[in-house]
């Protein structure tokens, strides 16, 4: 109201009718935004808290796994974080919609997700892989492996071949504990406990 009288005043009560809707609709896109971030995160932590339950049994066969870390240098942060005898993996969750269709297509494999390319989907798990690398790299003074997983979680994934992008294995949530156990054993024992206590210092539990 303080707007319509103010524009008024000063242009008549037309630009004032104006002014006021225009407000208005600001305000109402601004609160649908903050309503979908809000929607969008509570969608990913639920998908994530389903994810960790999934990975929890790992738990009995030598790995370490650390949820929602923060890395250094920035907001990003890892879903999950797996260290044991087949190596260390990020864990990215998506908790899409079931109707997504996750499709390959051509000779070379091109996958979409939806309407979004399959590089696009993987790109910061890849980013995040590579900075926990670096990160254990540099404080152990010697090259770690992290290798970039995604857990899906809603559409269907096929179960007979894995489906990669740029390297990257699309998973359903369910098949990653699985999946992770049945790589080739690459670390000792002493090495899995010397990275489990790296990463829990240089990765400090994520907080908004």
Not at 46 to 53: F, S, V
Not at 59 to 81: I, Q
Not at 136 to 158: D, E, F, N, W, Y
Request: aromatic share 8%.
């Amino acid at each position: 109201m303080a707007v319509f009288a103010v524009v008024t005043w000063l242009w008549g009560w037309w630009a004032g009718l104006i002014a006021t809707a225009l407000v208005a609709g600001i305000d109402a896109l601004t609160r649908w935004r903050k309503h979908e971030a809000v929607r969008t995160w509570r969608k990913g932590a639920a998908g994530e808290r389903r994810t960790a339950r999934m990975l929890r049994p790992l738990s009995r066969h030598g790995y370490t796994v650390l949820h929602d870390r923060t890395l250094p240098y920035g907001k990003a942060n890892v879903d999950h974080l797996v260290i044991g005898p087949g190596g260390l993996f990020v864990v990215d969750t998506k908790n899409w919609d079931k109707r997504k269709r996750i499709t390959r297509r051509g000779r070379r494999g091109y996958v979409r997700v939806g309407r979004t390319s399959g590089d696009k989907v993987v790109g910061s798990v890849i980013y995040e892989a590579g900075r926990v690398s670096e990160t254990l790299s540099r404080a152990l003074k010697r090259p770690v492996k992290v290798a970039p997983v995604v857990a899906i979680h809603g559409p269907a994934v096929p179960l007979l071949r894995v489906m990669r992008v740029s390297g990257v294995p699309l998973l359903r949530a369910s098949q990653v504990p699985g999946w992770i156990s049945r790589q080739n054993a690459v670390l000792s024992v002493a090495e899995v406990t010397e990275l489990s206590a790296a990463a829990e210092k240089l990765f400090p539990p994520y907080v908004e």
